[in-house]
């Protein structure tokens, strides 16, 4: 995993993620309820100067960021989850910009979220998902590790439902959104 000489996160305000944030048409407030920003550096440095990236959370205290040039992480990696919504249906996302897309276009949080973080998760959100009552959506994106990760959920939760007829002709939730 990468390693960072310089990492703090800090609460959602630089006008370039929000302008990142804009261009992918995620709505600002949807997006302040879940992300943070890290302000990072590679290489050990005394300027003050940084790298930034919008900063999401995972259960087990480790980051997901991207930011327009950069897609990593910290460690540990893991889901992140946002249950309890009593009658809800839970949905599951394969990144953090397909849920807040998702929350975007439905007006708001409405369900209970799983968002992996990586198809490598899948473990853990089948885990995750077998404590969860109501209908489960799988939202995962239209490629083969989505594909792949969809048939891996549904094998132990056949009642799942793939959602992505929804989004067929993109890439994810997100390209949906975009382009809708």
Not at 13 to 25: E, Q, V
Request: contains cysteine; hydrophobic residues 40%; neutral net charge.
């Amino acid at each position: 995993s990468t390693t960072f000489q310089f990492f703090e996160v800090l609460p959602l305000h630089t006008r370039a993620l929000f302008a990142y944030l804009y261009r992918r048409k995620v709505n600002l407030e949807i997006a302040k309820q879940f992300l943070q920003e890290a302000h990072y550096s590679f290489l050990p440095r005394n300027d003050g100067k940084y790298l930034f990236a919008l900063a999401y959370a995972n259960d087990l205290g480790g980051y997901e960021l991207r930011s327009k040039s950069y897609k990593g992480g910290t460690s540990p990696k893991g889901i992140t989850t946002h249950l309890g919504r009593e009658n809800a249906a839970t949905v599951v996302f394969e990144g953090f910009m397909d849920m807040l897309s998702w929350v975007t276009m439905t007006g708001g949080v409405k369900h209970n979220i799983v968002v992996m973080n990586s198809t490598v998760n899948k473990e853990a959100t089948v885990e995750a998902l077998q404590s969860v009552s109501g209908t489960i959506y799988l939202c995962l994106d239209n490629d083969d590790s989505g594909n792949e990760a969809t048939a891996f959920v549904q094998n132990v939760l056949p009642s799942a439902i793939d959602y992505r007829n929804h989004f067929a002709g993109y890439k994810d939730v997100n390209e949906y959104l975009m382009h809708r």
